[in-house]
């Protein structure tokens, strides 16, 4: 692939410089007075809203537009665009004009709860990934990235009084504080052998040899760890849960996407000679995630951990994408664009559906109180509008024909059938086959976690009383929703756009068949067939013909036969219930910790009390992360020992240093 030039127009430049305007109103309101919280509030989201649309607009006249080259340079610091990052540019102005509507409704409800720094720092969030976007050096790209993490970590501890939220705030600074210094040294290293620290210079860069393998393991570690991969993603599960849900709706749609964009930056300019074990090491982190998120998203029962859990496996699926197209480009097949194609659709495409199923949570949790699905069951019917925006979104994660998370994943699906059929070698074979068993089981996973997810949430009976007392939310959360249920459902039935987006952001040479999606290679034929417009009418006509067959059939409705008794909502599937089967076929890989309390215990089989409980721990957490905090104390608590605050002892250490220096230097004269 050849290396991304990068350039940008003025006029588009000027608008998104004009985007940031907006976002830098919005942060100026946490200025304002309190009693003009409620001011404050509107005019925040509003600017976002408006600082949104303008950077899509840009984003879009940019990437199908095809321009000159035109940088803004200040110094030694510069602002900029291509085409990589133009399509990432795009996914942040649709995400955030979806998700500052939807803020305008749902974040009312911390009013009197710090609501004005809650709007300055959500446009100060999402300007931040706007620059990080447009840097065009590594000076400017490591100053909006850090100021993008704190923004996030003020966001995530917006609640700080919680001890939950506040516990996971910390650990989500520190994990994100690890990858930024890992981005710090491959950029310091990469300008190092350049003639400078901008992106042009760098792309002309003199590494090689060992220098390069340990540029690219920083600059995989540090992305990887903000995308969410196996094992860095330990934060990922704790800090979208403990943010309000529009701020979720954005980290996981739009911020944990930005790392695919300074990964792609790295390969694509800086480390344009890939190494085999580069490519290996990428496609299994890729699918180890996308299988294990996915498990432990199967046994969750908080709401947003469940979606939390799918963005790791989503991340999974697009690394494993880009690792697909990485090894096929080594391997010298002339499919390989077809992976990094398969990485962006299947990321566009998640941003939307992610930022649609975490609204939903944000609108179930406002109309119950509660984000525990064990408490839930016949939600539809108190909250109807809510319950068909998440059934669309469920269709979409859980990659059903005729949404867009099947277009994402079909494209994987072909690119790692092109890795197998078109790069020689055992070994190949040998890791297309470990991916098709992996991102096979994360397939069937997933549909099992959003069939339980919808079906305990909103079908069934109600479970608590907090079911009765449920509301639907209001016009604004429900207009976003509704705008985000439509991409999903026009991006799945007509691609193109997504697509073609994609090709041109990787300068793919490329036809399109306008009424379906065939990725047509100029000498090799067609590589992708699918056409959902066709697919459609087939299963229109199909379920006319059932109707016409069934429509005099009559239904008769009955209590269900219960041995005798009337059935209750305790007798339905509980989300607990529903995984089990899942969770005994892989109780080697859960470690499950059960606890049964007998409250009452009269006779061995009647009249019985107990209390059953269950907690699946992460295993990386446990096998990893823990050992290694213990280690960190006890290396404290020894440097403690040392630091007495006598002066006597400190010079008997620089005495001891001297000899120690000059018994060293006499033996090495």
Known sequence: MKKLKFLCVGDEMEMFLVSVGFYGIGVLTMLLPHGMQRAAHWLANSAALFGSAVCAY???LLLFGGVSPAPLIWGSYSLGCDGWSAVFLLLIGIAGVVTSLY?????????GSRLRLLGGMWCLFIMSMVLVLLAGDAFSFLLFWEIMAVASFMLVNHESEKRATWNAAYQYLVMTSVGT????IAFLLTGSASEGFSFAAMAKNTLDGSWQHLVFVCAFVGFALKAGLVPLHVWLPKAHPAAPSHVSALMSGVMLKIALYGFG??????????????CVAVLLAGVVSAFLGVLYAQMETDIKRVLAYSSVENMGVIFAAFGCGMLMKASGSSFYMLGFVAALVHAFNHSIMKVLMFMCAGSIMHGTGSKNLELFGGLARKMPYTAVFAFVGSLALAAIPLTNGFTGEWLVLQSFISLGTSCAGQDIRLWTAVSFVLLGFTGALALGCFVRFFGITFLGRARSEIVEHAHESDKFML????VASVLVVACGLYPLPVVRAAMLALGMPVALDAFGMNLAWAGVGTAVCYKPLLLLALLLVL????WLAVKDCFVVEDVTWNCGTYPTQRQQYSATGFSKPVRRAFDYLLKPKRQVT???KEHAYFGRQLSYKLEIPDMITEKLYQPLQKHFVSVSNFLRRLQQGSVRLYVAYVMVAMMFVLVWGALYK
């Open 58 to 60: 840009a984003a879009g």
């Open 103 to 111: 803020a305008l409704g749902y974040a009312r409800g911390y009013e």
């Open 181 to 184: 210094a890992a981005i710090m």
């Open 265 to 278: 930056r790295f390969m694509f300019s800086f480390l344009p000679a890939w190494n085999y074990w580069w």
């Open 479 to 482: 207009a976003a929703m509704g």
């Open 543 to 546: 379920g006319a013909v059932l």
């Open 598 to 600: 007998y409250m009452r």
